[in-house]
């Protein structure tokens, strides 16, 4: 069984920063994508980041150069680092891993909110 824990959502005002945190646990033979999701107010879920088990990384276009994914293989872990928050990055962030299967697991998520 595959759980994961997030940590970092909070409130933070226009410009500000917040840095996410998933680590997987469990039973995990091989992990290829691990990465965060958003789902605003009345909005479907939509991807933010995501990096592959050979270090590459794919962001939507609305983050690109704000936000910063990273992954540590040997802890299963998961970071995002937002910087110049706008009140559109509002949502709740998801975290989620591709796990082979293949079979994807989600996080409880966690709220951010940007507002002054």
């Known amino acids: 069984q595959v759980q994961l824990v997030e940590s970092g959502g909070g409130l933070v005002q226009p410009g500000g920063s917040l840095s996410l945190s998933c680590a997987a646990s469990?039973?995990?033979?091989?992990?290829?994508?691990m990465g965060w999701y958003r789902q605003a107010p009345g909005k479907e879920r939509e991807l933010v980041a995501e990096?592959?088990?050979?270090?590459?990384?794919n962001y939507a276009d609305s983050v690109k150069g704000r936000f910063t994914i990273s992954r540590d293989n040997a802890r299963n872990t998961v970071n995002l680092r937002m910087n110049s928050l706008k009140p559109e990055d509002t949502a709740v962030y998801y975290c989620?891993?591709?796990?082979?299967?293949?079979?994807?697991?989600w996080g409880q998520g966690t709220q951010v909110t940007v507002s002054s």
């Open positions: 990096a592959s088990s050979s270090g590459s990384t």
């Open positions: 989620k891993i591709t796990v082979y299967g293949p079979r994807d697991y």
């Open positions: 469990g039973t995990i033979f091989a992990m290829y994508y």
